[in-house]
Protein backbone atom coordinates (compact mmCIF):
# COMPACT_ATOMS: atom_id res chain seq x y z
CA UNK A 1 0.00 0.00 0.00
CA UNK A 2 2.71 2.48 0.72
CA UNK A 3 4.98 1.25 -1.75
CA UNK A 4 2.31 1.98 -4.41
CA UNK A 5 2.21 5.36 -3.01
CA UNK A 6 5.54 5.83 -3.28
CA UNK A 7 5.39 4.45 -7.08
CA UNK A 8 2.96 6.92 -8.44
CA UNK A 9 4.69 10.08 -6.38
CA UNK A 10 7.79 12.13 -7.94
CA UNK A 11 10.21 10.91 -4.84
CA UNK A 12 14.00 9.81 -4.91
CA UNK A 13 12.74 6.53 -5.64
CA UNK A 14 10.86 6.82 -8.27
CA UNK A 15 14.16 8.45 -9.88
CA UNK A 16 16.41 6.13 -8.67
CA UNK A 17 14.05 3.42 -10.70
CA UNK A 18 13.79 5.66 -13.87
CA UNK A 19 18.08 5.98 -13.94
CA UNK A 20 18.06 1.89 -13.33
CA UNK A 21 15.06 1.78 -16.57
CA UNK A 22 17.55 4.80 -18.40
CA UNK A 23 20.75 2.45 -18.32
CA UNK A 24 19.37 -0.57 -18.85
CA UNK A 25 17.91 -0.30 -21.78
CA UNK A 26 20.48 2.28 -23.19
CA UNK A 27 18.23 5.04 -25.12
CA UNK A 28 16.61 7.33 -23.24
CA UNK A 29 13.10 6.67 -21.85
CA UNK A 30 11.68 9.35 -24.44
CA UNK A 31 12.53 7.67 -26.92
CA UNK A 32 9.84 4.77 -26.41
CA UNK A 33 7.57 7.27 -27.84
CA UNK A 34 9.10 7.32 -31.42
CA UNK A 35 8.42 3.76 -31.25
CA UNK A 36 4.95 3.61 -33.65
CA UNK A 37 6.93 6.57 -35.34
CA UNK A 38 10.56 4.69 -36.39
CA UNK A 39 7.46 2.14 -37.68
CA UNK A 40 6.09 4.60 -40.23
CA UNK A 41 8.85 5.89 -41.50
CA UNK A 42 10.22 2.44 -41.68
CA UNK A 43 7.21 1.31 -43.93
CA UNK A 44 7.58 4.89 -45.40
CA UNK A 45 10.63 4.42 -46.48
CA UNK A 46 10.44 1.25 -48.13
CA UNK A 47 7.12 2.62 -50.25
CA UNK A 48 9.12 5.83 -50.92
CA UNK A 49 12.22 3.95 -52.17
CA UNK A 50 10.01 1.66 -54.14
CA UNK A 51 8.50 4.16 -55.79
CA UNK A 52 11.59 5.81 -56.32
CA UNK A 53 13.22 2.83 -57.96
CA UNK A 54 9.81 1.77 -59.88
CA UNK A 55 10.24 6.03 -61.29
CA UNK A 56 14.07 6.29 -61.51
CA UNK A 57 14.81 2.57 -63.21
CA UNK A 58 11.80 1.43 -65.14
CA UNK A 59 13.02 1.45 -68.55
CA UNK A 60 11.11 4.41 -69.79
CA UNK A 61 11.63 8.22 -70.75
CA UNK A 62 8.42 10.09 -69.56
CA UNK A 63 9.37 13.38 -71.50
CA UNK A 64 7.78 14.37 -74.40
CA UNK A 65 9.14 14.24 -77.53
CA UNK A 66 10.99 10.55 -76.56
CA UNK A 67 11.41 9.17 -79.87
CA UNK A 68 13.38 6.30 -79.83
CA UNK A 69 15.10 5.02 -83.40
CA UNK A 70 13.29 1.16 -84.03
CA UNK A 71 15.03 -1.37 -85.82
CA UNK A 72 12.94 -0.96 -88.68
CA UNK A 73 12.60 2.92 -90.16
CA UNK A 74 8.61 2.21 -90.48
CA UNK A 75 6.81 5.59 -91.61
CA UNK A 76 3.30 6.57 -89.95
CA UNK A 77 3.32 9.32 -91.80
CA UNK A 78 3.99 7.13 -95.12
CA UNK A 79 1.49 3.93 -94.59
CA UNK A 80 -1.55 6.11 -92.22
CA UNK A 81 -0.87 9.77 -94.01
CA UNK A 82 -0.22 8.73 -97.74
CA UNK A 83 -1.40 5.50 -98.58
CA UNK A 84 -4.74 6.09 -96.18
CA UNK A 85 -4.21 2.63 -93.89
CA UNK A 86 -6.48 2.68 -90.39
CA UNK A 87 -5.01 2.43 -87.30
CA UNK A 88 -6.79 -0.94 -86.85
CA UNK A 89 -5.42 -2.61 -89.63
CA UNK A 90 -2.25 -3.28 -87.33
CA UNK A 91 -3.37 -2.36 -83.89
CA UNK A 92 -6.30 -4.96 -84.14
CA UNK A 93 -6.95 -5.25 -80.01
CA UNK A 94 -7.20 -1.25 -79.42
CA UNK A 95 -11.00 -1.71 -79.24
CA UNK A 96 -11.34 -4.72 -77.15
CA UNK A 97 -8.78 -4.87 -74.91
CA UNK A 98 -6.40 -2.55 -72.35
CA UNK A 99 -2.97 -2.80 -74.84
CA UNK A 100 -2.83 -2.31 -78.28
CA UNK A 101 -1.03 -4.95 -79.98
CA UNK A 102 1.89 -4.11 -82.08
CA UNK A 103 1.44 -6.20 -85.44
CA UNK A 104 3.89 -9.00 -86.59
CA UNK A 105 5.85 -9.61 -89.66
CA UNK A 106 3.32 -11.27 -91.37
CA UNK A 107 1.24 -7.95 -91.08
CA UNK A 108 3.73 -6.12 -92.98
CA UNK A 109 4.32 -8.92 -95.63
CA UNK A 110 0.39 -8.83 -96.74
CA UNK A 111 1.81 -6.09 -98.61
CA UNK A 112 5.77 -6.30 -98.48
CA UNK A 113 6.38 -9.58 -100.19
CA UNK A 114 5.13 -8.03 -103.21
CA UNK A 115 6.25 -3.95 -102.55
CA UNK A 116 10.21 -3.52 -101.68
CA UNK A 117 10.46 -7.20 -101.73
CA UNK A 118 14.47 -6.56 -101.64
CA UNK A 119 14.38 -3.29 -99.46
CA UNK A 120 17.38 -3.31 -96.94
CA UNK A 121 15.07 -1.60 -94.64
CA UNK A 122 12.90 -4.12 -94.28
CA UNK A 123 15.55 -6.86 -94.12
CA UNK A 124 14.17 -7.40 -89.72
CA UNK A 125 10.26 -7.72 -91.35
CA UNK A 126 11.61 -10.60 -93.66
CA UNK A 127 14.17 -12.20 -91.01
CA UNK A 128 10.60 -12.31 -88.39
CA UNK A 129 8.64 -13.58 -90.90
CA UNK A 130 10.90 -16.44 -91.46
CA UNK A 131 12.25 -17.05 -88.08
CA UNK A 132 9.19 -16.03 -86.05
CA UNK A 133 11.17 -14.22 -83.55
CA UNK A 134 9.43 -10.85 -83.15
CA UNK A 135 10.61 -7.55 -84.76
CA UNK A 136 12.59 -6.04 -81.27
CA UNK A 137 10.08 -2.59 -81.52
CA UNK A 138 11.63 -0.08 -78.79
CA UNK A 139 8.72 0.58 -76.72
CA UNK A 140 7.74 4.87 -76.69
CA UNK A 141 4.51 5.03 -74.15
CA UNK A 142 5.28 3.20 -71.04
CA UNK A 143 3.47 4.04 -67.60
CA UNK A 144 5.08 2.47 -64.48
CA UNK A 145 3.36 -1.20 -63.71
CA UNK A 146 1.74 0.42 -60.59
CA UNK A 147 -0.98 2.65 -62.60
CA UNK A 148 -3.99 0.38 -64.80
CA UNK A 149 -4.66 1.53 -68.14
CA UNK A 150 -6.67 0.38 -70.65
CA UNK A 151 -7.31 1.29 -74.35
CA UNK A 152 -10.88 -0.24 -75.03
CA UNK A 153 -12.86 1.90 -72.73
CA UNK A 154 -11.11 4.80 -74.16
CA UNK A 155 -11.30 4.30 -77.90
CA UNK A 156 -14.93 2.90 -77.11
CA UNK A 157 -16.06 5.92 -75.61
CA UNK A 158 -15.16 8.22 -78.24
CA UNK A 159 -11.85 9.22 -76.95
CA UNK A 160 -9.63 9.67 -80.28
CA UNK A 161 -6.11 8.06 -80.08
CA UNK A 162 -5.42 12.06 -81.64
CA UNK A 163 -5.91 13.19 -77.90
CA UNK A 164 -2.88 11.02 -76.30
CA UNK A 165 -0.73 10.48 -79.24
CA UNK A 166 -1.33 13.49 -81.14
CA UNK A 167 -1.05 13.27 -84.81
CA UNK A 168 0.54 10.05 -85.39
CA UNK A 169 -0.46 10.38 -89.46
CA UNK A 170 2.28 12.88 -89.63
CA UNK A 171 4.85 11.19 -87.84
CA UNK A 172 8.24 9.46 -89.54
CA UNK A 173 9.00 8.37 -86.56
CA UNK A 174 6.66 8.02 -83.39
CA UNK A 175 7.25 10.20 -80.79
CA UNK A 176 5.52 10.71 -77.08
CA UNK A 177 3.23 13.70 -77.89
CA UNK A 178 1.56 14.04 -74.08
CA UNK A 179 3.20 14.23 -70.45
CA UNK A 180 1.21 10.66 -69.84
CA UNK A 181 1.37 11.40 -65.66
CA UNK A 182 -1.41 11.07 -63.36
CA UNK A 183 -2.27 15.24 -63.43
CA UNK A 184 -2.60 14.53 -67.35
CA UNK A 185 -5.12 11.63 -66.93
CA UNK A 186 -7.14 13.35 -64.07
CA UNK A 187 -7.19 16.72 -66.16
CA UNK A 188 -9.40 14.97 -68.50
CA UNK A 189 -11.40 12.80 -66.16
CA UNK A 190 -12.84 15.75 -64.38
CA UNK A 191 -13.61 16.70 -68.19
CA UNK A 192 -13.77 14.70 -70.82
CA UNK A 193 -16.27 16.68 -72.87
CA UNK A 194 -13.95 18.90 -75.21
CA UNK A 195 -12.17 14.81 -76.17
CA UNK A 196 -15.53 12.83 -76.97
CA UNK A 197 -16.25 12.62 -80.59
CA UNK A 198 -18.38 9.95 -82.34
CA UNK A 199 -16.93 6.32 -82.05
CA UNK A 200 -17.00 5.65 -85.62
CA UNK A 201 -14.02 9.07 -85.59
CA UNK A 202 -11.92 7.89 -83.37
CA UNK A 203 -9.07 6.92 -85.86
CA UNK A 204 -9.42 9.71 -87.73
CA UNK A 205 -6.88 11.76 -87.04
CA UNK A 206 -7.73 14.83 -89.32
CA UNK A 207 -11.59 14.83 -87.73
CA UNK A 208 -13.02 18.17 -87.04
CA UNK A 209 -16.32 18.87 -85.42
CA UNK A 210 -18.77 21.21 -87.08
CA UNK A 211 -19.82 22.53 -83.44
CA UNK A 212 -18.09 23.37 -80.31
CA UNK A 213 -16.68 20.36 -79.56
CA UNK A 214 -17.15 20.79 -75.48
CA UNK A 215 -21.03 21.30 -76.58
CA UNK A 216 -21.44 18.17 -78.75
CA UNK A 217 -18.88 16.30 -76.27
CA UNK A 218 -21.73 17.61 -73.58
CA UNK A 219 -24.32 15.58 -75.83
CA UNK A 220 -21.90 12.59 -76.56
CA UNK A 221 -20.95 12.49 -72.81
CA UNK A 222 -25.19 12.37 -71.76
CA UNK A 223 -26.05 10.28 -74.49
CA UNK A 224 -23.50 6.96 -73.97
CA UNK A 225 -23.57 7.55 -69.89
CA UNK A 226 -19.87 8.63 -70.07
CA UNK A 227 -18.40 9.55 -66.48
CA UNK A 228 -14.53 9.02 -65.74
CA UNK A 229 -13.69 7.95 -62.06
CA UNK A 230 -11.32 9.98 -60.31
CA UNK A 231 -11.26 6.93 -57.32
CA UNK A 232 -7.75 5.75 -56.74
CA UNK A 233 -8.72 2.20 -57.55
CA UNK A 234 -9.84 3.16 -61.01
CA UNK A 235 -6.05 3.43 -61.93
CA UNK A 236 -4.12 2.16 -59.25
CA UNK A 237 -5.12 -1.39 -58.63
C1 LIG B 1 0.87 -0.75 -91.11
C2 LIG B 1 0.76 -0.94 -89.68
C3 LIG B 1 0.40 0.22 -88.77
C4 LIG B 1 -0.65 1.11 -88.90
C5 LIG B 1 -1.69 1.20 -90.00
C6 LIG B 1 -0.59 1.97 -87.72
N1 LIG B 1 0.47 1.61 -86.96
FE1 LIG B 1 0.98 2.42 -85.18
N2 LIG B 1 2.63 1.22 -85.09
C7 LIG B 1 2.96 0.25 -86.01
C8 LIG B 1 4.24 -0.33 -85.65
C9 LIG B 1 4.98 -1.42 -86.42
C10 LIG B 1 4.66 0.30 -84.46
C11 LIG B 1 5.95 0.04 -83.65
C12 LIG B 1 7.09 0.82 -84.22
C13 LIG B 1 7.01 2.29 -83.94
O1 LIG B 1 6.87 2.70 -82.79
O2 LIG B 1 7.05 3.06 -84.92
C14 LIG B 1 3.63 1.28 -84.14
C15 LIG B 1 3.66 2.12 -83.03
C16 LIG B 1 2.63 2.98 -82.67
C17 LIG B 1 2.61 3.77 -81.47
C18 LIG B 1 3.70 3.79 -80.39
C19 LIG B 1 3.62 2.54 -79.54
C20 LIG B 1 4.57 2.58 -78.38
O3 LIG B 1 5.59 1.89 -78.44
O4 LIG B 1 4.31 3.32 -77.43
C21 LIG B 1 1.46 4.49 -81.46
C22 LIG B 1 0.98 5.45 -80.41
C23 LIG B 1 0.76 4.17 -82.69
N3 LIG B 1 1.50 3.24 -83.39
C24 LIG B 1 -0.43 4.73 -83.05
C25 LIG B 1 -1.03 4.51 -84.27
C26 LIG B 1 -2.20 5.24 -84.72
C27 LIG B 1 -2.90 6.30 -83.92
C28 LIG B 1 -2.50 4.75 -85.97
C29 LIG B 1 -3.63 5.22 -86.87
C30 LIG B 1 -3.69 6.65 -87.09
C31 LIG B 1 -1.51 3.74 -86.29
N4 LIG B 1 -0.64 3.64 -85.25
C32 LIG B 1 -1.48 3.00 -87.46
C33 LIG B 1 2.23 -0.11 -87.10
C34 LIG B 1 1.11 0.54 -87.55
C1 LIG C 1 -1.28 -2.17 -97.13
C2 LIG C 1 0.07 -2.44 -97.60
C3 LIG C 1 1.23 -2.26 -96.63
C4 LIG C 1 1.40 -2.81 -95.37
C5 LIG C 1 0.43 -3.71 -94.62
C6 LIG C 1 2.69 -2.38 -94.90
N1 LIG C 1 3.29 -1.60 -95.84
FE1 LIG C 1 5.15 -0.79 -95.71
N2 LIG C 1 4.90 0.07 -97.53
C7 LIG C 1 3.79 -0.09 -98.36
C8 LIG C 1 4.03 0.60 -99.62
C9 LIG C 1 3.05 0.67 -100.79
C10 LIG C 1 5.31 1.17 -99.52
C11 LIG C 1 6.06 1.92 -100.57
C12 LIG C 1 5.65 3.33 -100.73
C13 LIG C 1 6.52 3.97 -101.82
O1 LIG C 1 7.66 3.51 -102.04
O2 LIG C 1 6.05 4.93 -102.40
C14 LIG C 1 5.84 0.80 -98.20
C15 LIG C 1 7.08 1.17 -97.74
C16 LIG C 1 7.65 0.71 -96.58
C17 LIG C 1 9.02 0.98 -96.16
C18 LIG C 1 10.06 1.76 -96.94
C19 LIG C 1 10.86 0.75 -97.76
C20 LIG C 1 11.95 1.40 -98.56
O3 LIG C 1 12.91 0.67 -98.92
O4 LIG C 1 11.85 2.60 -98.86
C21 LIG C 1 9.19 0.38 -94.94
C22 LIG C 1 10.46 0.36 -94.09
C23 LIG C 1 7.93 -0.25 -94.60
N3 LIG C 1 7.03 -0.02 -95.62
C24 LIG C 1 7.71 -0.95 -93.42
C25 LIG C 1 6.53 -1.60 -93.12
C26 LIG C 1 6.31 -2.34 -91.90
C27 LIG C 1 7.31 -2.51 -90.78
C28 LIG C 1 5.05 -2.84 -91.97
C29 LIG C 1 4.32 -3.63 -90.92
C30 LIG C 1 4.23 -3.05 -89.59
C31 LIG C 1 4.46 -2.41 -93.23
N4 LIG C 1 5.39 -1.65 -93.89
C32 LIG C 1 3.20 -2.72 -93.66
C33 LIG C 1 2.67 -0.80 -98.06
C34 LIG C 1 2.43 -1.52 -96.91
C1 LIG D 1 -6.74 8.23 -73.23
C2 LIG D 1 -5.45 8.19 -73.84
C3 LIG D 1 -5.17 7.24 -74.96
C4 LIG D 1 -5.94 7.01 -76.10
C5 LIG D 1 -7.28 7.60 -76.47
C6 LIG D 1 -5.19 6.08 -76.90
N1 LIG D 1 -4.02 5.74 -76.27
FE1 LIG D 1 -2.59 4.47 -76.94
N2 LIG D 1 -1.58 4.63 -75.19
C7 LIG D 1 -1.95 5.46 -74.14
C8 LIG D 1 -1.09 5.19 -73.01
C9 LIG D 1 -1.19 5.89 -71.65
C10 LIG D 1 -0.19 4.18 -73.41
C11 LIG D 1 0.88 3.52 -72.54
C12 LIG D 1 0.19 2.34 -71.85
C13 LIG D 1 1.03 1.59 -70.85
O1 LIG D 1 2.23 1.84 -70.73
O2 LIG D 1 0.45 0.72 -70.17
C14 LIG D 1 -0.52 3.86 -74.79
C15 LIG D 1 0.13 2.91 -75.57
C16 LIG D 1 -0.17 2.63 -76.89
C17 LIG D 1 0.53 1.65 -77.72
C18 LIG D 1 1.66 0.75 -77.26
C19 LIG D 1 1.09 -0.61 -76.80
C20 LIG D 1 0.34 -0.51 -75.50
O3 LIG D 1 -0.90 -0.73 -75.50
O4 LIG D 1 0.94 -0.19 -74.48
C21 LIG D 1 -0.07 1.68 -78.96
C22 LIG D 1 0.31 0.84 -80.17
C23 LIG D 1 -1.14 2.66 -78.90
N3 LIG D 1 -1.18 3.21 -77.64
C24 LIG D 1 -1.99 2.94 -79.96
C25 LIG D 1 -3.18 3.65 -79.84
C26 LIG D 1 -4.19 3.77 -80.91
C27 LIG D 1 -4.08 3.17 -82.29
C28 LIG D 1 -5.20 4.52 -80.39
C29 LIG D 1 -6.53 4.91 -81.04
C30 LIG D 1 -7.31 3.87 -81.66
C31 LIG D 1 -4.84 4.87 -79.01
N4 LIG D 1 -3.61 4.33 -78.72
C32 LIG D 1 -5.61 5.63 -78.14
C33 LIG D 1 -2.96 6.39 -74.16
C34 LIG D 1 -3.97 6.44 -75.09
C1 LIG E 1 -8.63 12.71 -73.15
C2 LIG E 1 -9.40 12.18 -72.04
C3 LIG E 1 -8.81 11.11 -71.15
C4 LIG E 1 -7.50 10.95 -70.77
C5 LIG E 1 -6.31 11.81 -71.14
C6 LIG E 1 -7.46 9.80 -69.92
N1 LIG E 1 -8.72 9.25 -69.79
FE1 LIG E 1 -9.20 7.55 -68.77
N2 LIG E 1 -11.13 7.74 -69.35
C7 LIG E 1 -11.64 8.75 -70.16
C8 LIG E 1 -13.01 8.46 -70.48
C9 LIG E 1 -13.94 9.32 -71.33
C10 LIG E 1 -13.33 7.23 -69.86
C11 LIG E 1 -14.64 6.45 -69.93
C12 LIG E 1 -15.52 6.68 -68.76
C13 LIG E 1 -16.87 6.01 -68.94
O1 LIG E 1 -17.06 5.27 -69.89
O2 LIG E 1 -17.73 6.28 -68.09
C14 LIG E 1 -12.12 6.80 -69.15
C15 LIG E 1 -12.02 5.64 -68.40
C16 LIG E 1 -10.85 5.18 -67.81
C17 LIG E 1 -10.72 3.93 -67.10
C18 LIG E 1 -11.81 2.90 -66.91
C19 LIG E 1 -12.55 3.13 -65.64
C20 LIG E 1 -13.52 2.03 -65.42
O3 LIG E 1 -14.63 2.37 -65.04
O4 LIG E 1 -13.18 0.87 -65.67
C21 LIG E 1 -9.43 3.84 -66.68
C22 LIG E 1 -8.80 2.72 -65.89
C23 LIG E 1 -8.75 5.03 -67.12
N3 LIG E 1 -9.65 5.82 -67.80
C24 LIG E 1 -7.41 5.29 -66.88
C25 LIG E 1 -6.73 6.37 -67.41
C26 LIG E 1 -5.32 6.62 -67.20
C27 LIG E 1 -4.39 5.78 -66.35
C28 LIG E 1 -5.02 7.75 -67.89
C29 LIG E 1 -3.69 8.43 -68.02
C30 LIG E 1 -2.54 7.63 -68.41
C31 LIG E 1 -6.23 8.19 -68.54
N4 LIG E 1 -7.25 7.35 -68.21
C32 LIG E 1 -6.31 9.31 -69.34
C33 LIG E 1 -10.95 9.83 -70.62
C34 LIG E 1 -9.57 10.05 -70.51
C1 LIG F 1 -7.05 8.41 -64.02
C2 LIG F 1 -6.00 7.58 -63.47
C3 LIG F 1 -5.46 7.83 -62.08
C4 LIG F 1 -6.16 8.07 -60.92
C5 LIG F 1 -7.66 8.20 -60.76
C6 LIG F 1 -5.18 8.16 -59.85
N1 LIG F 1 -3.92 7.98 -60.38
FE1 LIG F 1 -2.17 7.99 -59.32
N2 LIG F 1 -1.12 7.82 -61.04
C7 LIG F 1 -1.67 7.67 -62.30
C8 LIG F 1 -0.61 7.68 -63.27
C9 LIG F 1 -0.77 7.52 -64.77
C10 LIG F 1 0.61 7.83 -62.57
C11 LIG F 1 2.01 7.97 -63.12
C12 LIG F 1 2.53 6.67 -63.69
C13 LIG F 1 3.86 6.89 -64.37
O1 LIG F 1 4.60 7.81 -63.97
O2 LIG F 1 4.15 6.13 -65.29
C14 LIG F 1 0.25 7.90 -61.15
C15 LIG F 1 1.17 8.03 -60.12
C16 LIG F 1 0.84 7.98 -58.78
C17 LIG F 1 1.81 7.97 -57.70
C18 LIG F 1 3.31 7.98 -57.85
C19 LIG F 1 3.88 9.34 -57.69
C20 LIG F 1 3.55 10.27 -58.79
O3 LIG F 1 2.87 11.28 -58.53
O4 LIG F 1 3.95 10.02 -59.95
C21 LIG F 1 1.10 7.93 -56.53
C22 LIG F 1 1.66 7.92 -55.12
C23 LIG F 1 -0.32 7.95 -56.89
N3 LIG F 1 -0.43 7.96 -58.27
C24 LIG F 1 -1.37 7.95 -55.99
C25 LIG F 1 -2.71 8.14 -56.32
C26 LIG F 1 -3.77 8.36 -55.35
C27 LIG F 1 -3.60 8.42 -53.84
C28 LIG F 1 -4.93 8.51 -56.06
C29 LIG F 1 -6.34 8.83 -55.56
C30 LIG F 1 -6.48 10.13 -54.88
C31 LIG F 1 -4.59 8.35 -57.48
N4 LIG F 1 -3.24 8.14 -57.59
C32 LIG F 1 -5.50 8.41 -58.53
C33 LIG F 1 -3.01 7.57 -62.61
C34 LIG F 1 -4.04 7.78 -61.72
Known amino acids: MADEHVK ?23 TNYLG ?27 AIGYSPQQPVPYSHALHVGELGM ?33 SVKLLPVRES ?21 D ?17 VDRMEVVSQQEKLTMSWCLECHRNPD ?12 AWMPDEDPAVLGARLREAHDI ?5 CTTCHR
Open 151 to 167: HSVHVNAGVSCVSCHGR
Open 194 to 205: PHLRPREEVTNM
Open 8 to 30: DSGTPETAEREKRDNDRFIFPRW
Open 36 to 62: PFSAVMAVGGILYLAVLITAGFHPRNS
Open 227 to 231: NPSTD
Open 129 to 149: FASGKTIPWIRVHDLADYAYF
Open 86 to 118: DCRYCHTTVEHAAKASIPTAEVCMNCHKSVHTE
